[in-house]
């Protein structure tokens, strides 16, 4: 069966330091991966998403950024974080050509201070 | 407007009792509609997928579209304390386009069954 790992489930930066999240999924090939965030008291906001390795699309304009360097594996990073940059960082994935539903991981706790 | 809309609640009910969440929304392109639910400090997890209009039924959840309506719900019947989370409807218009399955979620719903 698949699963999906994020890591680290927390993580406390200090602002303007860099970020680098990681995902990684098993039990499928070719999946489709997606970032998300999460603001307290709101919905699932999608960051970047990635049909395959090296093809990235940002849906948000802002100071992330995402790469896929392996079929499997989806990095969200920072060079310099802003305050703004705290909350939920979720990270999703799909199969295949049709439509099929996203399943996600437990996400990552950041906090700027 | 937003694309989608839910009342945030919260929503506390006692233990046995009949729940119903619900999201409208304004995007008529939608054709897949899910419900998610999320446990404090977790990922979502998917709960209920449907396709079109009409009902699907999983044990105590059925979930129900109304296309013509713009208005989707989930009943969770004989509700217990385990089912205390916040529950996320999202919904897709596929993965055909430059789409690629994108999810537009609601806010969600905070529920609370207390014994």
């Known amino acids: 069966s698949q699963t999906i790992h994020q890591w680290p489930a927390t993580l406390v930066q200090p602002v303007g330091s860099p970020l680098s999240l990681e995902c990684t999924v098993e039990?499928?090939?070719?999946?489709?991966l997606y970032w998300y965030r999460q603001a307290a008291g709101r919905g699932l906001q999608l960051l970047f998403y990635?049909?395959?390795?090296?093809?990235i699309s940002s849906e948000v304009p802002q100071n992330l950024s995402a790469s896929r360097p392996q079929d499997r594996q989806f990095i969200l990073s920072s060079k310099k974080l802003l305050l703004s940059d705290s909350g939920f960082y979720l990270c999703?994935?799909?199969?295949?050509?049709?439509?099929?539903?996203?399943?996600f991981g437990d996400g990552t706790r950041l906090s700027i201070l | 407007q937003k694309e989608v809309e839910q009342d945030p609640g919260p929503l506390s009910v006692p233990e046995g009792a009949i729940v119903s969440l619900n999201c409208t929304y304004s995007?008529?392109?939608?054709?897949?509609f899910m419900w998610y639910r999320q446990y404090s400090r977790k990922g979502p997890e998917l709960l209920m997928y449907?396709?079109?209009?009409g009902n699907k039924e999983d044990g105590r959840f059925t979930a129900q579209v109304d296309k013509s309506s713009k208005y989707i719900s989930l009943f969770i019947r004989d509700s217990q304390p385990s089912d205390s989370a916040t529950y996320l409807c999202?919904?897709?218009?596929?993965?055909?386009?430059?789409?690629?399955?994108?999810?537009?979620f609601g806010q969600g719903t905070i529920l609370t069954v207390h014994p």
């Open positions: 039990g499928t090939s070719n999946p489709n």
């Open positions: 999703a994935w799909s199969v295949g050509l049709a439509y099929q539903p996203q399943h």
């Open positions: 995007n008529s392109a939608f054709q897949y």
């Open positions: 999202a919904m897709s218009a596929g993965a055909g386009g430059t789409s690629y399955g994108k999810l537009t």
């Open positions: 990635s049909v395959g390795i090296g093809q």
């Open positions: 449907t396709y079109s209009s």
